[in-house]
Each structure stands twice: as C-alpha cells, then as structure tokens.
C-alpha cells in the first residue's frame, strides 16, 4: 500500500511540475511578438500534451485502484489529490487551448479578409464577353486565381481543422465564440470556393462555345456571301432549252447544296443560343443580331433560288415548242420537288422549328400548285400529238418528225408525270397533317413544361428568400405556414409534371430522333428539379421542427423563469431586516435556507436560457437582439438575487455566531453541507447534450460560490470553538467539538467531491463535444462530398475522358474514404445510440446528440445515394460515349468505303448489258445505303444526348462530327441518287440506240435476204416490171429509213465518243457503227446493182424506152437531189454524213453509166424519138455528172468549215470551265501587295480573254454563215453551240470586267488607308495636346461653369469615339487562329481580313497614341464628373431634408417591392450586427436609390445616434420610423386619452408591437389577453382602472408591454411606417401564381417585417416576376453573396438550362 502510495506521490509531482513548468514557458511565450515561433510552440506544446495524456490516465488509474482497497486510507486526500491534478491539467488545457485558439483566430481573421476581398473580387469580376481572345485571357487569369485561391483554402481549411479538433477540449464559453467564428469563416470559404469553380466552370464552357461560335460564324458568313454572290452573278433571260435546264441543274445543284448545309445553321443557331445563356444581356443581344442576320441571308439565298428556278421553269415552257421536251423539263422539276420532299428533315421538337418546316412544306405545296396549269397544257399537247401520230394524219408529218415521235415513251413519260404529281401531292399533304398535329402537341407540351419550370423558377425565389429558421416561435411557425404552401405548391406541379410526361409521350412518335432527345431532356430536367426542391424543402422542414422545439423549450423556459423569478425577488423584498433575538434569526436563516435552496434549483434553468441565447447569438445577432436585452435583465435580476440571498444568509450566519449561538451555526453548516454532499451525489447520473453539461457545470460553480461563501462562517466557527476551548480547559469532550471535528470532515469531503464532481462533467462535456465534434466532422466531408458529386456536372463525351473519369471516380479518394466514412459514420451511430440507452435521461437532455446523429444518418444515407446516382450515370454516359464512339466508327469506316467506292465506279456504260450490271450493283449499293439510315438516326440520337451531357470542349468535337457525318452522309445520298439517275438515263439512251442499230440491222439482213431472193433467178418479160417496181420500193424504204440510220449513227457516234481511247466498248461500239455502215452501204450498193441490172435485161430484151425511162427517171431525181435547194451545210457530224451519202451517189452513179452506154450503143439513131429520147439522156446526164463534181467540192468546203466551227467551239468549251473557275466569287484581301498581285494575275487572265477573242469572233462568223445554209439535222446543235457560248462568253466578260472593277476599288481604298492613318495620326496628336493642356488648368467651382467643361468635353469625347472606330479597323487583327480541334471543320473560304499590315510601324504607333488620348480623355471625363457630382452634393446637402429623403426612399423600396431589412442584412459585414459607414454609403449607392454620397454621409449621421460610428438594427428602424404629428387644434379629455395611448404605444420595440383596442368613450382592450380596463385622464395623467385603484399608463403598460416589463422579453417586432401620400404597406404569403392567375393587391405593408424572418415577404410568387429577392444570411448574420445561400441549399438553377428555343 505505501509503495503504491509513493508511485502515486511520485507520478502526480512529475505530471504536476511538467504542468508548472509548461504553463512558465507559456507565460513567457506568450509576451514574445514572433507569430511564427509562437505558433510552432504552441503546436509544439499541444503535441508534448497529447504524449502526457497517458500519464493523466495513469493516474486516474492508480486513484481508482487505491480508492476501490479497503486498506487505504485517508481517501479523502487521495481523492483531493485526484481532484488537484485533474484540475491543474484541465486549467493547462484550457490556458494553451486559448493561446492556439487566440493566436489561430488572428490566422483565421486574415483567411477570412482574404476570402472577403476574393468575394468582392468575383463579384466584380468581368462578365462573359463574345470574343474568343479576351475570354481566354479570362480564363487563364482565372486559373491563376483559382490555383491560388485553392492553396488558400486549403491552408485554412487545415488551420479550421486543428482548431475544430481543439476547441473540443474546452469547456469556456468563449469556445462557443471562437467555433462561430470558424464556422462563419468555413461557410465563406466554401461560399467563395463555390463562386470560383462556378466562374472557373462558366468560363471553361463558355471560351470553347464562343471559339466555336466566332469560327463558324466567320466561315458561314463568308461561304454564304460567296453564294449568294454567285447566285446573283447567273442570269435567267435565256431563249434556248438546253441552256435554261443547264441553268436549272446549276440552281439545283445550288440549293441541294445549301439544304446539305442546313445542319451548319443549326449548328451555329444552337451554339447561339447556349453562348447567349452564358453572357449579360448586352452580349447575349449581339448574339442574336448576328444570328438573326445570318438566319435571314440563308433564306433570303433559297428564297432567291427558289425564285429562279420558278422564273426558269416559266421560261422553258414559254420558249420550248417541242412537247417531249416540255415534259422531260417538268419530269425535272417534279423530281426535284420530290426529293425535296423525301429528303426534308424530321420533324423538330421545337414550335418555331417545327412551324419553319410547315413554311418549307406550304412552299413545296406552293411550286407544285404553280405547275398544275403547266401539267395539263403538256398533257393537252402529248394528247394531240400522239392522236395525230396514231391517226391517218402522220401522213402528212414529215418523215423525220414521224421518226422522233416515240408515242409509247411519250405515254409513259406522262404517266411517270402523273405519279410524281400525285405522289407530291400527297407527300405535302401528309407532311403537313403530321407537321400540324407535332405542332399542336409542341404547344401544349411547352406550354406545360414552361409553366412547370417557371412555378418551379417562382418556388425557388421563394426558397432562396427564406431566412434561415428564426428563434421565435410566432416567426418559425410564420416561415413554417410559407414552408407548407411551398411544399403545397411542389405538390400542384406532380399534375403538371405527368401531364409534361404524357404529352412527350405524344410528341415523340411524331418527332425525329434528336428532337426526342430534347424532349426527354427536358422532361428528366424538370423531374431532377423537383426532386432537388423536394430535398431541400424536407431539409427545410426538419430545421423549423428543431428549431421550433428549441424555440418553444427556450419561450417555456423564459416564461418559466418570468414566472418563478418575481416571486423571489419578492420572497428576498419581503424578508425583514435582521432580527436581535436568537430566535427570530432562526426562523429568518430558515426562510433564507428554503428561499437559497429554491433559487439553487433554477439555477440550471438560468443556464438553460443564457446557453440558447449565446448559440443564437452566435447564430444569428440581429436574431438574437431582443431575447439578449431580456436575458440580460434576468441575468442582472438573478445575479442580484442570488446576491442578496448569499449576503443576507452570511449576515445572519454572522449574527447568530456574534449572539454565541454555535451549536446551532454548526448544526446549520452542517446540515447545509450534508444537503451539498446530497445534492453532489445526484450529479453521478448528469448526462446529455454540451450545454446540458454546461449548465450543470455552471450550477457546480454557484454551488462553489455558495461553499466559498460558507468558508468565512466554517473559519469563524473554528476560530471561536477554538478560543472556547482554550478559556475553558477543563473541559476535554463537548458536543459541540464532535460537531465541529464533522463540520470539517464534510468540508473536506464536500470539497474534494465537488471539485471531483466538477473534473467529471468536464470529462462526460469534453468526451461529448469530442463524440458531436467526429460527428460533425463525418457530416461535412459527406456534405462536401455530396455537394461535390453535384457540382461536376459535365461529363465527358470523348472515350478516353469518359473512360479516364469513370476510372477516376471509381478509383477517386473521395469514393474509396465514402466507405470508410460510412463505417465511421455507422460506428458513430451505434455509439450514439448506446450513448443515448446509457443515459436513459429526458428526451431534451439530448436534443443536440439526437440531432446530431440523425442529420449523420441522413447525410450518410444521401451520400450513399448520390454516390450510387453519379455512379450509374457515369456508367450509362460511358456506355452511350462507347457505343456512340464504336458506331461511329464503323460507320465511318462504311462510310469511306462508299465513298471510295463511288469514286472507283466506271462511268456508265454504253452497252446494254454492262449497264444492266451496274444497275443491279447499284440497286444493291443503293440497298445498303438505305439500311444505314437507321444508324444515322441512332448516331444523331446519341450524340444530341452528349452534346448536351458531356463536357462542352468535348460536345463541340461531338458536334463537329456530326456535321461531318451528316454532310458526308448527304453527299454520298445525293451522289448514290445522282449516278442512279445517270446509270438510268444512260440505260434509256443505251436502249434506243441497241433497239434501234438491232431493227436496222435485222431490216437490212431481211430487205438483202428479200432483194436476193428476188433477183435469184432471170426474171420474164412480164414479171420484170413487178420486179422493177418491187426494187423502186426498197429505194423508197431505203429512204424512209435513212433518218433512222443517220440518228442511230449519230447516237452511236456520241456513245463511242465519250468512251476512252482504252475502252474496250469503243471498240464494240466502232464494230457495230461499221457493221451498221457496211450492211448499210452494202444495200444501197445491192438495190443499185440490181436496178443496173434490170435495166441491162430490159436492154436485153429490146426494151429500150423502158430502160432509158428509167434511167432517166433516177437522174432527175438525183438532179434535184443535188440541186442548191437542199442545204448542205452544219455541224461537223452532219457534213460528215452528207459526204458519205454522196459518196454513194457517186458510187451508184458510177456503176449506171454501163447502162447509158449500152443504150447508146443499141439505140437506133434513126428513130426520132429514141433518139430524142437518147439526147436528154444525155443531157440530164452531163448534167447530173456536173452537180455531182460541185456538190463534192461544196461538201469538201462544207466539211473544212465544220471541222472549223468544231474545233473553235471545242477550244472554247475548254477554256470556259477553267475561266469561269478564275472568276468565282472570293472575299477579297486587305493588303495592299496582295491586292497588287490579283491585279496582276487578272490582267494575265485578260490577256487570255483577248486571245481567245479571235476564236469566238470565229465561231460567231462560222456559226452565222453554217445557219444561212445549214441542213435541218444540224440547227439544233448548230443553234446550241452558237447561243451557249456566246451566252458564256458574254457571262465571262461581264465578270471579268466586275472583278477589275472589285480589284480597283479595293486598291483605292488600301491606297487610301495610308492617309486616312496619316489624318488620324496628326488628330491624335493635337488630342493629346489639347488635353495636356487642358490637365494643367484647375476645374472651377462653380456648377454651371462645370457643366459647360462637360459639356464640351462630352463632344470631344464622343468625337474622339468616333474616331476610335476608324483606329479600330487599323488595329484590330482578326487572327486566323489554328483549329486544332477535332472532328469537322466546316470547308468554307476564310480570308485574313486587315487594313494595313499589324507589324507597320504607324499602325503600332497608332495604337499606342489611341491608348494613350483615349485614357486621359476618360480620366478628365471622369474628374469633371466627379467635381460636378461633388458640387451638386455640396449644394443638395445645404438645403437636406431627412424627412423628404425618408419619405423618398420608402416609396421607392414600395416601387420596388423590396423591404428595408433585406438592405440592412445585405451590408452586414460586422460579427455585431452592425453597419459601418463605408458599407452603408456603397450599399446604397450600389442598390440605385437615386442619392449621393453627400446625403448619404448626412443620413449615417442621424442614423448614427451614439455616434459609434457604426448603425445597429434599432437605430436603422427608429430612424425610418415617421413622428407622429400633432394636431396643433385644442383636444377634448377623451382625445387626449387616445393620443397619448397611442404615444405610449407608438415606442414599443416589439417585433409584434403591443395590441392596444378602442371599444367605447374611456374603455380599451390591451395585450393578446384582451381585457377590458377603464381608462380616464385624471390631474393631467392618464390613468388606468387596476383592481380597486388607479395606476398610470406609463405603469400600466409596464406590466404589461413586454419590452416596457422587468423581466420580460420581446416576443415581435412589426415594423409599422407610414409612407407620403396614402401609401400602404402590405405583407403577403406565398401562393403559387399557377393557381392565382395574377398578383394580389389586396395588402397593406410596404416591405418591412420582422428583422429576422421571411415571413414578411410582400409578395407572393403570383407577382414576384419584378420583385428584388431577398439576400440570404450565414449563421452570423452576415450577408452573402447571390450564389450562396447559408440557411438553405439552393436547387440548381432553372434558368440556366433553358428549353430548346421556341
């Protein structure tokens, strides 16, 4: 027992001196001025404490061991051995945890004027402007700042941390302070972090919007400006067929073109609108200029097409006269109408999309109405013409229009017209009916969803102006009524939220595939808002139910206190002085001992309220202003009753002693100290929350006091007992030295257990504190997990990023410490939980650890579940991006293999069955194309969903992409469609030209076959003649069939023409062309040989005048045949085929002069009419023979001629594609040498032009002398080659001419540009020294000079700007920046637009000179302002008046529908509550009252009335607060009664002022309880009727106004003004405006409630579109920025994410 004893001293001295001499170093450090080294030794110290912690409990474990043996003694001592060393480590404790704390908060106060200058810095900061360069210097500033400001917070974060863990070991209520304090710099930490990556966020989604935005509006621009230039440059006055279809391909191909590039459009219109929702409005309005001005040139560009193309249409069927062309021009144009129609985009989501599509739709409706007349003229004609071609009338067409007529073609060239027809017909109107029925379902469903999102946009204002919950329990239950009808209100939109749902159900049948992803967006968005407001308003509802219960625990408690503490007061009032005799004494001690023992058990409800008004004050000052004054008061009443009490019970104590009475003073301390050791010994089961503890802690220290107090009477009892005994010394044993040796042995003892008890609660408080402080800790790494997992909002779309943050969330700390928090988190709630089972205590005991654990249960459990959400959807985003990724590319892949193919595709060919091979694998191309199409609904689908989930420098590349796959994918439909339709048109001509060359060749083989057998055997004299006539009718079908050979060989000959030297069916098609020839040939040559051959039988036979008939009948008709009437010029082909036939003739004619000779030598000269007969012969043969020689040589002329022609129209077919490709519209450069060098290479290309003049001068001459005689086969090529070229070649000069013309005016004005920089150089110059000039002279002080200084400065001024416009078109670079980024870039021509070259020297100089006079033009603008705002203030403050300034500015917060509390909790800066005069002077000057700061500075002045120099709430509101006027007219009796009621009552600083009612002449009903009293005006004092007497008013209200009673607090204060000329203030509650239809005027309240509540609001969310809302606080009162809500969180934003533009 010794030894453990020694072990004990010896353990307890070490620890002790450790102590001692730590506490001297502590002392001493604390003196020294070196931050730094004090803080590394404090922490040094605390470290020291921690490893000493071990040896405390070693201690206490060695105490407990003695004081559990029955052997020890003394254990008194042991205990107070205990007791000391607990208590000396406790004060160490305490003593360094306020020097770290002390020397930490000064760390915190400059974290915390750090964050507030970064606060004023983000508020101020730019905001997001359209252009690209200084947006990216936006950002990479902000980058900078956010780095530092990261390393800011985590610094602070770290200290915040230290200090949290150590404020949990002690128990000062200055601890309680300095937490606020750290909580409140915590909260604007993380407000101001918030506002940073908020920015960081805006700008690093804005710089690539906007990049993108400027880029593409650049190229669009400038590509729509080219065709819109080389649309106008073609003209429509044309009179020739093929050239209008030519003209009509090319606007075809033109508007197909544009269509393609309407995604481009879009794209640029999107990216508009969500650049729009990122910048001010100014910026946002410039967007849209620039959108509205490139929407309106794309359809002012098809407008004009389209209008061309109907004023061609009406040409062709003016000037075509043929009814085959005419149908094949409307076949054209109903085709191109059709695939407008089949190729229109699906149906958007949008009102305005889709009522743009039914404009498109009534236009398409619109052009095949137009063309009905047209069609049945056509229709009218093919009808006539195949009835004349089909009746005996052909007889009379000429053989060659006979031969064209192809009456089945023609038949099904209409019906084919007819289908088209129909089939557009149709098409339209079922486009329309479904275009109709989405827009009906568009505008119901967005109708619903922005009335959802705008209830749920009012119900958001309407949470983010609620206060955080108030401490009184009229305004929580206030805030509560407005919490249900916002919850009412959340619970209205659910029918509009599934009516949302249903009508995108309906819609999206109707829509495409990107529209459906709007519409599901849309509809999920506005479900994730209504689950975020759900949150937040339970979140909301479980604060006002804590706090209700404190406050309605804390009314009780005040009330109770109100109630029981009059009644001692009055109990200690009433006890007389003090008694002589020995017995009153001891009836008055009694009375003390019931009264002390009585005011000891509400010692803890005292405590109870002072710890609720000190955690509101820490809260909330402003809040807690009115429960301080009155707890001060009771705290004042209590201290001087407690006082009174513990003086009166020594002063009596003291008067029995003095009166020798000792056996009962010691019978009395005694009983006093085993009452103590009683009560001490209930402490053993104190437990509950820190204040609980607190309070009891704070009832062990009165009871301290109470003992301290005794020691005087325990010391005067010894001291006399002592010289008791001494002068009676035979006395050895009395009773009153037993009672004595047990008064000092209770002393003792109850000391030693007090400060035991004491060391004990401190333990259970700091265990406690330490247990709610890990809590507290595991809820706010939750929260800021939660709120982390909500702030990312944007997710990749890339696979490598998408992959990279799934991986890295999976994988992340925060995920990997969520499952170690959880288990912390659910060990926390199971010690909670036996914690609270252990205790067993009053509920209220443990309000805080109830709390406490179950906000961690809730945090726990939402954490877990957005941890779980962001998880899922980080996996269904990775899935989409993947499979988005994957599909596109194997559709890329597909995409360039089809591409690949069609550009390896033979052209068409010109055989019958390699084409119908082609067609086939072209139907199976075409087949494959069309089953992708569902593909490319799937990739627009998917990546619509990532453009507007993922992450916007990724979206763009997304987006970039898809225009790439869309355009491409429109080019390879287009050119899948376009070689159908050549493979089609080649088959057709393939066809005609095989069918024809096939009958030619069987009629040939047949008619020889025939002819041969006909002439197989010698004919009879009598069946010669059928012979003759036989042959003469296969010269005449011969000749019928001539037109159909010359058009087959022509046919055949373009066919072989177009081959390639290499192509082998040139060959095949030379065969047949020379078989066709031969066999040809070959009969013409058989006939001819079998009439010789008849006419030598006939000779033969004697029949003479028979033969010579009919030789003769065949040179007359080859007379006329060569006869000058039959033209015999043309085109080269033409010439080609005449010389071949008469190549023929000559052959024939050749071959019949064995016939004339035989005649001449066989007939008889001396008949005479053989004779005669003979001599014509001759002549007609001679001359025949003559016309055959011309005719040769003239076909030779002809022929050279043509070849001529030919070969100039060839040169000139040549040059024109590459002329007019020189000639295509470009944006000009602004430099002056590159000006130089066009000028050059056109003047080159002018020479060209001139060279080529002489070749179209000769084609005009060949073309005119070819027309005088050409053949009718060659007038339609002949006209052809004559009107297209010269068409072009005029087309072409006319363009070179406006491009010299473009290159000279852009020289002039390059030229012109040196002296305009030249003009603006020498202006500049005399600016500045002008203006220097004028820096030196002084600024006058009177106000009208000023004013005329400002006036003519604003001229300069504004002159000055003016000039900066022509400096900025110097200066301003337009940069051709690198677009590296990935995916599409549209290929439109960009041209680096610039005056003069940046790097000139003058430009330079220029620009700094600009800067230079522009800066001090500002600076004296700015000095002549500020002079005459000075003077004008100086002049207004001479004459101020408060009263109309007060009646001015409650007016204007009426107008603005705003309450004056809002402003005085906007400016709170201070943890007081009060406002400095700076605050107060920008506040108001930035809210936009119209003041100066001149009256402001008066207005602070009288607002000021302590002179401070700061304003608290109370003077705020008196100062506003009108004074009543009195009527200066005489009053009667009952009249003054009422005023000065109404005086009385007028002072009352209740936020609910005191209730004062008239109900007859001298009768009122005052207070809630409303009881009637008489009130008369008596001796020139108002009297009130109390009981059977009277008291004054002033009395009266005393008793009964809580702010004017002892004792009482104030419960409300309604602030109640009178505004000038009738107006009324009114206070309304939320309603939503969904149900209202309009805004309530019904209210009477301008705007001023309760300090500390919302419930005041003036209006509902019915009118609350212009309303001001409400600033929300942080705990301290202080007011936070527009992002940062302190009282509750805030759901995301409605606005930002808009719906689709409608």
């Known amino acids: 027992m010794i030894g453990k004893v020694s072990n004990l001293t010896e353990n307890v001295k070490s620890l002790e001196s450790w102590i001692v001499t730590v506490v001297q170093n502590l002392q001493g450090k604390a003196a020294t001025t070196d931050p730094v080294s004090i803080k590394s030794h404090f922490e040094e110290l605390y470290a020291q404490k921690k490893e000493k912690q071990p040896d405390l409990e070693t201690i206490k474990g060695m105490i407990s061991s003695l004081l559990s043996d029955p052997e020890a003694c003394d254990k008194n001592h042991i205990r107070d051995m205990q007791s000391d060393v607990c208590s000396k480590w406790h004060d160490f404790t305490e003593l360094l945890i306020d020097l770290i704390i002390m020397q930490a908060l000064r760390d915190v106060e400059e974290v915390n004027n750090y964050f507030i200058n970064c606060e004023h810095s983000l508020l101020r900061a730019d905001s997001v402007t359209i252009k690209p360069e200084d947006l990216q210097n936006m950002l990479r500033e902000h980058k900078v700042f956010h780095e530092k400001l990261e390393t800011k917070r985590d610094n602070a974060m770290e200290v915040i941390q230290k200090c949290s863990h150590m404020l949990r070991e002690t128990t000062k209520e200055e601890g309680d302070v300095a937490k606020g304090r750290i909580e409140h710099v915590r909260s604007l930490i993380g407000s101001v972090w918030k506002m940073s990556c908020d920015r960081l966020h805006l700008l690093e989604e804005a710089v690539p919007m906007v990049q993108h935005f400027h880029d593409h509006h650049a190229d669009i621009g400038t590509w729509l400006d080219e065709i819109s230039n080389e649309v106008t440059s073609l003209s ?929 000269p001396e008949d005479p009419a053989v004779l005669q007969q003979l001599n014509t012969l001759n002549d007609l043969w001679a001359k025949v023979d003559l016309l055959s020689n011309q005719r040769e040589q003239l076909l030779q002329k002809n022929l050279k001629s043509a070849s001529e022609f030919q070969a100039a129209v060839n040169a000139l077919r040549d040059f024109l594609p590459q002329a007019e490709q020189e000639l295509k519209f470009q944006p000009l450069p602004e430099h002056e040498l590159a000006i130089l060098q066009l000028m050059e290479r056109h003047e080159n290309f002018e020479d060209q032009l001139q060279e080529m003049e002489p070749n179209v001068e000769s084609i005009k001459e060949l073309g005119e002398e070819i027309m005088e005689h050409c053949h009718p086969n060659a007038v339609r090529f002949v006209k052809y080659y004559l009107t297209i070229t010269h068409t072009r070649w005029e087309q072409l000069l006319e363009r070179s001419r406006g491009r010299r013309k473009r290159l000279e005016d852009a020289l002039e004005d390059i030229q012109g540009n040196l002296s305009r920089l030249e003009d603006l150089l020498a202006y500049l110059s005399d600016a500045e020294v002008l203006l220097l000039t004028k820096q030196e002279d002084e600024i006058p002080e009177t106000v009208s000079l000023v004013e005329d200084l400002l006036k003519q400065h604003m001229e300069f001024h504004e002159e000055l700007q003016e000039k900066g416009k022509e400096v900025e078109k110097f200066t301003a670079v337009q940069s051709d920046s690198s677009r590296t980024s990935a995916g599409y870039t549209p290929k439109l021509k960009t041209v680096q637009r610039e005056l003069l070259d940046p790097n000139n020297p003058m430009v330079t100089q220029l620009q700094h000179r600009w800067r230079d006079v522009w800066r001090m033009s500002v600076d004296r603008k700015k000095r002549l302002h500020d002079h005459l705002e000075h003077l004008l203030e100086l002049e207004s403050v001479k004459n101020f008046n408060f009263e109309l300034w007060r009646q001015r500015y409650l007016a204007w917060v009426k107008t603005k529908k705003a309450r004056i509390t809002d402003f005085f909790r906007k400016q709170i800066k201070n943890e007081d509550g009060t406002i400095r005069r700076h605050d107060f002077i920008t506040g108001m000057l930035d809210s936009k009252f119209p003041t100066n700061k001149a009256e402001l500075n008066a207005v602070f002045n009288i607002f000021d009335r302590d002179r401070s120099g700061s304003i608290n709430y109370r003077e705020f509101i008196e100062a506003l607060r009108p004074v009543a006027k009195k009527p200066k007219r005489h009053m009667s009796e009952q009249e003054l009664v009422h005023d000065e009621i109404e005086r009385e009552v007028s002072t009352c600083k209740c936020r609910s002022q005191f209730k004062v009612e008239k109900v007859d002449q001298g009768k009122y009903r005052f207070g809630d309880s409303q009881k009637m009293v008489l009130v008369r005006f008596l001796n020139s004092t108002v009297m009130v009727r109390v009981g059977g007497g009277w008291v004054t008013l002033q009395k009266f209200l005393e008793n009964h106004d809580p702010c004017k009673a002892k004792g009482r607090t104030n419960t409300e204060l309604r602030e109640q003004f009178t505004l000038a000329d009738g107006t009324a203030q009114s206070r309304a509650s939320f309603s939503s405006r969904r149900h209202s239809g309009k805004a309530s005027n019904s209210g009477s309240d301008a705007g001023y409630s309760s300090a500390s509540s919302s419930a005041g609001s003036n209006t509902s969310l019915a009118g609350r579109k212009g309303a001001v809302t409400p600033t929300p606080r942080t705990t301290d009162g202080r007011v936070t920025p527009a992002r940062r809500k302190a009282a509750t969180p805030t759901p995301r934003s409605v606005a930002r994410t808009p719906p689709p533009h409608r």
């Open 236 to 1164: 429509t006055a044309y009179d020739n067929p093929e050239q209008i279809k030519k003209q009509q391909d090319s606007l075809k191909t033109s508007l197909r073109y544009i269509d393609d590039h309407r995604p481009l459009i879009e794209d640029i219109n999107n990216t508009g609108q969500e650049v729009k929702i990122l910048c001010p409005q100014e910026e946002a309005e410039k967007v849209q200029d620039l959108l509205d001005k490139v929407n309106h040139k794309y359809d002012e560009v098809k407008a004009d097409i389209r209008n061309r193309l109907n004023a061609l249409a009406e040409g062709f069927h003016k000037v075509t006269s043929e009814v085959q062309d005419a149908i094949d021009g409307m076949l054209c144009e109903l085709t191109h109408l059709n695939n407008q129609i089949d190729n229109a985009e699906p149906i958007g989501s949008t009102v305005n999309k889709i009522m743009d599509q039914i404009q498109e739709n009534k236009a398409i409706m619109e052009d095949t109405a137009d063309r009905q007349q047209a069609i049945q003229s056509i229709k009218i004609s093919a009808d006539d013409l195949i009835t004349k071609v089909k009746s005996k009338e052909h007889e009379g067409l000429p053989e060659e229009e006979r031969i064209k007529i192809d009456v089945q073609d023609i038949e099904q060239k209409i019906s084919e017209m007819e289908t088209l027809n129909d089939d557009i017909k149709q098409k339209t109107v079922s486009r329309g009916r479904s275009l109709e029925e989405a827009l009906e379902s568009a505008k119901k469903f967005w109708d619903i969803y922005e009335g959802l999102m705008s209830g749920f946009k009012d119900i958001q204002d309407c949470i983010n102006s609620q206060d955080s919950p108030q401490a009184e329990s009229v305004l929580i239950q206030e805030q509560d009524k407005e919490h249900r009808e916002m919850s009412q209100s959340l619970q209205d939109a659910v029918p509009r939220l599934e009516a949302a749902k249903q009508m995108s159900e309906a819609l999206t049948p109707l829509i495409g595939e990107s529209g459906k992803v709007d519409i599901s967006r849309g509809v999920e968005e506005a479900g994730e808002i209504f689950e975020e407001i759900g949150d937040i308003l339970e979140e909301r509802k479980v604060a006002l139910n804590e706090a209700m219960e404190r406050a309605s625990h804390f009314e009780e408690e005040i009330e109770s206190v109100l109630g029981w503490l009059p009644k001692l007061e009055e109990t200690l009032e009433n006890m007389g002085p003090i008694a002589t005799d020995i017995r009153s004494i001891k009836i008055q001690i009694e009375e003390v001992k019931i009264l002390k023992l009585q005011a000891v058990g509400k010692c803890v409800a005292i405590e109870g309220i002072n710890s609720s008004v000190q955690a509101l004050k820490n809260k909330s000052a402003v809040a807690a202003e009115n429960f301080i004054v009155a707890v001060e008061d009771i705290n004042t009443r209590w201290n001087k009753l407690v006082d009174g009490i513990f003086d009166r019970e020594q002063a009596l104590q003291d008067t029995l002693i003095k009166l020798g009475e000792l056996d009962t003073s010691l019978e009395d301390v005694n009983g006093y100290l085993q009452q103590v050791e009683e009560e001490l010994s209930d402490l053993d089961n104190v437990h509950g929350d820190p204040k609980y503890l607190e309070t009891h802690i704070k009832k062990l220290k009165m009871v301290q006091d109470d003992l301290d107090n005794q020691e005087a009477v325990v010391r005067a009892l010894n001291h006399n007992l002592a010289e008791m005994r001494a002068g009676d010394k035979g006395s050895k044993h009395s009773p009153l030295l037993d009672k004595q040796e047990e008064m000092n042995e209770l002393w003792k003892s109850v000391n030693s257990s007090l400060r035991d008890k004491r060391n004990r609660l401190q333990e259970k408080l700091t265990g406690v504190k330490s247990f709610l402080g890990d809590v507290e800790d595991v809820v706010n790494w939750l929260s800021d997990f939660e709120q982390t997992l909500k702030a990312v909002k944007t997710i990749g779309a890339l696979p490598d990023t998408a992959q990279k943050q799934c991986e890295k969330f999976n994988k992340s700390e925060h995920l990997i410490q969520l499952n170690a928090k959880n288990d912390q988190a659910h060990a926390l709630l199971t010690s909670g939980e036996e914690m609270l089972q252990a205790y067993n205590c009053h509920p209220f005991q443990t309000v805080q650890i109830r709390s406490s654990l179950a906000k961690l249960k809730r945090s726990c459990d939402a954490a877990k579940k957005q941890a779980k959400k962001k998880k899922l959807k980080l996996q269904e985003h990775l899935q989409n991006v993947t499979g988005f990724h994957s599909v596109m590319k194997i559709f890329t892949d597909w995409l360039i293999s089809g591409e690949t193919s069609l550009s390896k595709l033979k052209t068409p060919s010109k055989l019958v069955e390699p084409i119908e091979r082609q067609i086939k694998a072209h139907r199976d191309f075409h087949d494959d194309v069309e089953t992708h199409k569902e593909i490319v609904d799937r990739l627009d689908r998917t990546g619509t969903y990532l453009k507007y989930y993922g992450a916007k420098h990724d979206a763009i590349v997304i987006r970039n992409q898809l225009l790439s796959i869309k355009l491409r994918w429109k080019r390879l439909l287009w050119k899948t469609e376009e070689r159908g339709r050549l493979l089609n048109s080649a088959y057709k001509e393939d066809k005609r030209f095989a069918d024809d060359w096939k009958e030619l060749v069987g009629w040939l083989d047949a008619t020889k076959e025939s002819l041969n057998k006909l002439m197989a055997q010698r004919p009879s004299p009598v069946r010669m003649k059928e012979i003759i006539d036989e042959i003469k009718m296969y010269e005449r079908q011969i000749g019928r069939k001539h037109p159909r050979y010359y058009a087959t060989t022509r046919l055949g000959r373009n066919l072989k023409d177009r081959c390639t030297k290499t192509d082998p069916e040139r060959e095949v098609l030379s065969k047949m062309l020379d078989e066709l020839k031969t066999k040809w040939t070959s009969l013409r040559t058989e006939i001819s040989q079998k009439q010789t051959q008849l006419d030598s039988q006939l000779l033969e036979s004697g029949r003479l005048v028979e033969a010579s008939k009919s030789l003769i009948d065949w040179l007359e008709k080859m007379e006329d045949a060569l006869s000058d009437k039959h033209p015999t010029r043309g085109d080269q082909d033409t010439v080609h085929s005449l010389v071949e036939q008469h190549k023929a003739f000559q052959e024939e004619f050749d071959s019949r002069r064995s016939t004339l000779n035989t005649l001449q030598q066989t007939a008889n």
